[in-house]
């Protein structure tokens, strides 16, 4: 069992992480971690401003900076692409399964990509079965936002035969657990899926349908996509979250963090730093424009961490 | 084109036209190979590990070939307010798959069968009397299918239980095995599965020799009855031995 290699290892890191963390005012002395952990949940407002006037965080962060974040591509062997992303204990899993579709007579050259965005009960308390989180939606309306007019992909690259068929990619993404951020990694695994993604070689047979090139053993007939095995990803969106409370910028914050402190503001930018999104959905917090420059400044910083893991995630998967 | 659920067009998955052919069996047909080169009484490697949702109270994912499952155990939380008042404490069970799992696309719906199943699997084995008036939430989500789920959702769920600190006189294990013609194959992948005559699945305390559960379907002789169950009986055993070496490294990771 300990030579086994798990594509879902980076899923078990962070209950060690968690354990070694601890609270930075907890002595050792069980009486006062025991106050500690009552006061944090008595007034857990005063708790997180004691903190903050620290300038520091319960889980020991400065306030600018996010969780430990990994990424996994190709988690999931029955999808075309799919990757596993973890920003500190909130995982994401995102695959994309490739189907044919005949386009519609408005754009008979492009394909479609259906995106959507699901929290199972596993992945919180609250989630219970037959009854849906109220944030699903939310998430998912703001994932095909994001993800459609980007740019990232050109939906071009997904026909096949023009006016006949085409690619509909299914992209769904699944919260395994939720711990904060549930947009900002639902995002990043969607974007390492796209970049995970290996379109299958098919051909066209006799009955006007797509067929998988290798499994006919149409060695005769011509494949469709011969070049087109992977897609471009041009201007890759990132984000990132914050959490505003008096004049304090918490980035990257966690279930209990946004629990407490309402206001959000998520910032989406392109790998050229250029503004995609930028949301704010109301909360108590009515933020001066310094504020939002200081989001977005955040997310700048944000986004060429981010660029760094995917390369290396990607580059990882080509020495194997 | 933006897409929206409901006005997507009808879609194809472009592997559809392939089917597998199931083998012919004559009388003596020994030389047949499974699709992953196993013998046909050996199990798939198992690598199970607890902890794998933080905001659960317990969890644990299991892994045997290509199928992969999570299992969150939630409570124990108070009950639904339309329960009745209760001495014993309540088991709830879900088992869904992601769209996903299965080699063509699915809907991600919730499998009912599957969760009574479950649920009748694992109510032997917890001690319901140490938490009453509440309910102990058992969630499993299939996160890639490639045969025998059922079985693997039941041993990853008994382990997510543990995880969580919740009573049981024993762990559970469960197996499969799909008769084949005159043969038995234990451990069954998808493929096995989709042109097999009939099936057993036994999931029992391994350390206590009890039987929680066993179910069969399709046709079965006697003693090929008495050398299935022989034979999950004994890869129970040896899975419960796996399950059990999972507890304790996780437990020892912790104390450090």
């Known amino acids: 069992m300990d030579g086994y290699n798990c594509v879902f290892n980076p899923l078990f890191r962070s209950k060690e992480n968690r354990l070694t963390m601890g609270l930075p005012n907890a002595s050792g002395d069980l009486s006062t971690e025991v106050e500690v952990d009552a006061f944090r949940r008595l007034f857990p407002l005063r708790f997180y401003e004691k903190h903050l006037l620290e300038s520091i965080r319960p889980d020991a962060r400065p306030l600018g900076r996010a969780r430990e974040t990994t990424i996994a591509l190709g988690a999931v062997a029955s999808a075309n692409g799919s990757a596993l992303a973890k920003i500190g204990s909130t995982t994401m899993l995102a695959a994309i399964k490739m189907e044919v579709m005949t386009p519609s007579l408005e754009t008979p050259d492009e394909g479609c990509i259906a995106i959507d965005f699901h929290m199972p009960p596993i992945c919180s308390p609250i989630v219970r079965p037959g009854r849906p989180a109220e944030a699903a939606p939310v998430v998912a309306k703001q994932l095909s936002d994001t993800i459609l007019s980007s740019g990232m992909i050109n939906l071009k690259e997904l026909s096949l035969v023009s006016g006949k068929a085409a690619w509909m990619a299914y992209l769904d993404i699944y919260c395994l657990d939720a711990d904060g951020a ?63 409370h008096k004049n304090y910028i918490l980035a990257d914050p966690t279930a209990e963090e946004e629990s407490i402190m309402d206001t959000i503001v998520t910032v989406v930018l392109d790998s050229s730093s250029q503004l995609v999104s930028l949301h704010k959905p109301g909360g108590t917090v009515l933020a001066y424009t310094s504020a939002i420059q200081d989001c977005i400044a955040l997310t700048r910083q944000r986004v060429k961490e981010l660029q760094k893991i995917l390369e290396e995630a990607i580059s990882g998967m080509e020495v194997d | 084109m933006a897409a929206k659920p409901g006005s997507a067009p009808v879609t194809y998955s472009p592997n559809l036209g392939q089917k597998t052919r199931p083998p012919i069996f004559k009388d003596n047909d020994l030389d047949w190979v499974r699709p992953d ?45 339309a329960m009745m008042y209760s001495d014993t404490g309540r088991l709830n069970c879900n088992v869904s798959y992601t769209t996903f799992a299965t080699p063509v696309r699915g809907q991600g719906s919730d499998h009912k069968e599957f969760s009574s199943m479950l649920h009748k699997a694992l109510e032997g084995a917890i001690m ?15 996160l890639e299918s490639g045969g025998s789920d059922l079985p693997v959702v039941i041993s990853c769920a008994s382990l997510a239980l543990a995880d969580a600190g919740i009573m049981m006189y024993d762990l559970v294990a469960a197996v499969s095995v799909s008769c084949l013609g005159k043969n038995l194959v234990i451990d069954p992948v998808l493929e096995e599965e989709s042109y097999q005559d ?52 996780a437990a020892s990771a912790s104390q450090e």
């Open chain 2, 37 to 81: 080169g196993r013998g046909f009484h050996q199990c798939r490697p198992a690598f199970f590990r607890t902890g794998a949702v933080n905001s659960a109270s317990g969890s644990a994912y299991a892994e045997l070939g290509s199928t992969k499952v999570i299992v969150s155990v939630f409570g124990p939380r108070e009950s639904k307010k």
């Open chain 2, 128 to 142: 319901l009397e140490t938490f009453p008036k509440t309910t102990v939430d058992v969630f499993a989500l299939v």
């Open chain 1, 182 to 244: 549930l947009f900002d990694t639902a995002l990043l695994s969607a974007v390492a899926a796209f970049s995970h993604l290996e379109i299958p070689v098919v051909s066209l047979n006799d009955d006007g349908k797509i067929v998988l090139s290798e499994e006919q053993g149409l060695s005769d007939r011509e494949p469709v996509n011969k070049e087109r095995r992977k897609i471009n990803l041009s201007s890759i969106p990132f984000s990132l979250t914050c959490v505003l």
């Open chain 2, 198 to 249: 009939g099936s057993l699945m036994l999931t029992c305390m391994p350390s206590r020799y009890e039987v929680t559960q066993l179910t069969f379907t399709g046709e079965w002789s006697t003693p090929e009855i008495n050398e299935a169950m022989q034979l999950c009986l004994d890869a129970c055993n040896k899975l419960g031995k796996v399950m059990r070496t999972c507890l304790k490294e």
